[in-house]
Structure formats: structure tokens, C-alpha cells
């Protein structure tokens, strides 16, 4: 939830990069030759690599659980990564990468203690680290250097960098996020708007399968014959919660779209200040039983997708328990509290 009552830790990029590059150094110390390998293909390296099996299974047998439609099984003996058959080439290499990066971190002494070290027990630094693992095999920084400028990537240059490189699409957003000014993220979205992969900056995560369709930049990016767009706009998170204020840029990218979105600083404008309007913003509601109209942050009920009202507490589900709302106090009371057909309750009575 992308508010400061938010339980969920957003790892820093200082912190996941470090982490990342301690995860290269011990491939270098313990086995150099598998760290070559893998920067040739590591799908042939991760396949001949003892240590760990390769599973490539269909999309809908993974969990979600990562920001890559892949897994890590470790429970297994040995270990395994798995990837989804229905991704490119390029994005497996990435999946497995990413995956390995998680069979590292959960058996290297040395990176299990920097994760452990963190408030959440490294979750949310150990997904960021083995997608900043896997980019920095795929895309050396020369490369990175030759395509974005020191202000920062547009989406021009994510697509460019994708292009001249071969390297997965996700592979290049976790790069772009990477060299991004200001708090922000690098979205990956198929052609209906949803998060097929998302890198992150200094702010909430963007969940894998959430819908980005109906936020401004991102339709009339849709809707441009060019698929092209740029403006602000504030990300879908759960339940209507809107993020704060960014200003977006996207662009087609081989048939997905790329939205590159800041607070401030923007590469493509040339004055870009942060939002003086930044904080989340959640859905209004308006409760069904006494009619207060709120705003809320809470998730909902399960079962009638409305939170509970800070006036009655009840959600939209309907009471088990008759019930009649009072015209003087205008609460709504179990009949129990009026006498007969009284349209008063017995405290107003």
C-alpha cells in the first residue's frame, strides 16, 4: 500500500545494487568460471551447473511471488529455478538469473547476513538484488553509458538500450530504474495496460499483473498510433489507491509499452519540479448503511470488497441481524432497539 502506514519495505537502489554487486564478488571468489559462463548464456550455464536444476513450466505454475514470472524452489534437492515456457528467450535468461540470484543470497553465509540485518528480514532487498544480479550480467555498463544520458533515461532510451542489446526487456527496465534522478519506476505493460514486469526507486513496488490501462499517460499512450505519450499521472496500486504525482513518459517497446515515471527531474522536459500535491490518494467510498462518505487506505472486506466505514464500522455486507435506521439519531440500530414499529430508537424516544 503506497502510504507511510504501508507494511511493506521498499528496498533502497544504493542497497540492492551493493547487494547485487557482493553476489558477483562471490561468484567471482568461489567460481569464476560459472560467473564467465553465465555472461555468455546463462541459460547453457545454469543447465550444466550442478548445484541447481532447470524447470521450464507454464506461466500459470508460477506463484507471482517474485517481480519475474519465474520461482525458486528451495525445499527441492537440489535447488530449482524455474522459468515460464511462454517468455522470450531473452526474458528466461533474465527469469533464471533473477532466480539464481535468490538460490545465492539463501546459501552464501555473507549475503544472508546483510538480508537478515534489514526490518523486513531482507524480502524486499532480496527481490531487488537478484533483479539488479541479473541486469548487471546482461548489460555491462558500457553499454548502459553509450545509451542514457547522466540526467537520466527517457523511454526513447530504454527502448534504444533493448534494441542494441538483445537483452530481455526486463533485463534493460531494471537498468533504467537503476538511472533514474528521483524516485520513480521503469513499468514493462502489455497492450492492455498491466504490469508484465516493474522496477522500482525509492518508492512502493508495482505489483506484476496489476492493470496501469486507465491511468492518463498510459491511455493515451494506448491510444496514440504512434504509442507515444508523456504527462503526469499517479500509479494504480490495490483497491484505487493512487500513488503520488509523477511525471511520465512511455513509449512503444516491440509490441509492449514503457513508461518511465519520476517526482522530479525529468530527462524529457527541461523544468520538472516535484508535485506539491504528492502524497497517495485513495478511492472514496460512501458506506450503504449510514451513508458517511470516507476515504480509505484499509483493505477491504474479502468477501464484499468495501472496507469497513470509520462511522459505523461495517463494510457493504449485508447484516444477519434486522435492522432499522433511527430518524432523530439517524443511526442504524438491531430492531431490538425500537419499541414495535417505531421509527425512533429507545435512547431518542
Known amino acids: 500500500m503506497p502510504d507511510s502506514r504501508s507494511e511493506r519495505v521498499v528496498a533502497s537502489r544504493s542497497a540492492a545494487r551493493a547487494q547485487a554487486h557482493s553476489i558477483v564478488a562471490a561468484l567471482e571468489r568461489d567460481d569464476p568460471a560459472l ?107 558500457s553499454l548502459i553509458a553509450a545509451h542514457f544520458d547522466p540526467r537520466g533515461p527517457t523511454s526513447d532510451d530504454v527502448v534504444g538500450l533493448w534494441q542494441s542489446s538483445g537483452a530481455s526487456r526486463a533485463a534493460v527496465c531494471v537498468r533504467a530504474s537503476e538511472s533514474l534522478p528521483s524516485p520513480g519506476h521503469v513499468l514493462l505493460l502489455d497492450d492492455d495496460g498491466v504490469v508484465e514486469f516493474a522496477a522500482s526507486h525509492g518508492l512502493p513496488p508495482v505489483r506484476r499483473g496489476s492493470s496501469q490501462g486507465q491511468i492518463p499517460v498510459v491511455r493515451n499512450a494506448l491510444y496514440d498510433p504512434r504509442r507515444h505519450a508523456a504527462g503526469r499521472t499517479r500509479i494504480a496500486y490495490r483497491d484505487g489507491i493512487r500513488g503520488c504525482e509523477l511525471h511520465a513518459q512511455a513509449a512503444d517497446m516491440g509490441g509492449h509499452l514503457v513508461v518511465v515515471a519520476v517526482m522530479d527531474n525529468a530527462p524529457w522536459q527541461r523544468f520538472s519540479p516535484p508535485s506539491l500535491d504528492n502524497g497517495p490518494q485513495a478511492r472514496s467510498w460512501t458506506c450503504e448503511h449510514c451513508g458517511h462518505e470516507f476515504a480509505a487506505f484499509d483493505r477491504p472486506c474479502g468477501d464484499c470488497k468495501a472496507p469497513a466505514c470509520p462511522e ?35 435512547n431518542c424516544s
Open 35 to 141: 560467473l564467465s559462463a553465465l555472461m555468455k548464456d546463462p541459460f547453457a550455464a545454469l543447465e550444466a551447473h550442478a548445484g541447481v536444476v532447470v524447470r521450464v513450466v507454464p506461466e500459470a505454475q508460477t506463484d507471482g511471488g517474485c517481480s519475474v514470472a519465474g520461482a525458486y524452489l528451495a525445499q527441492e534437492t537440489p535447488p530449482v529455478l524455474v522459468a515460464t515456457a511462454s517468455a522470450s528467450v531473452g526474458r528466461r535468461r533474465f527469469t533464471l538469473l533473477h532466480e539464481f540470484g535468490h538460490h545465492l543470497q539463501q546459501t552464501q553465509v555473507s549475503l544472508m547476513t546483510t538480508l537478515l540485518t534489514e526490518p523486513d528480514r531482507g524480502s524486499a532487498l532480496e527481490d531487488a538484488a537478484c533483479d539488479a544480479f541479473a541486469a548487471a550480467i546482461l548489460l555491462p555498463e
Open 312 to 346: 459505523c464500522g461495517r463494510c457493504s455486507c449485508r447484516s444477519r441481524v434486522e435492522e432499522r435506521r433511527c430518524d432523530t439519531c439517524f443511526l442504524v440500530l438491531p430492531v431490538s432497539a425500537f419499541d414495535g414499529q417505531s421509527r425512533r430508537c429507545v
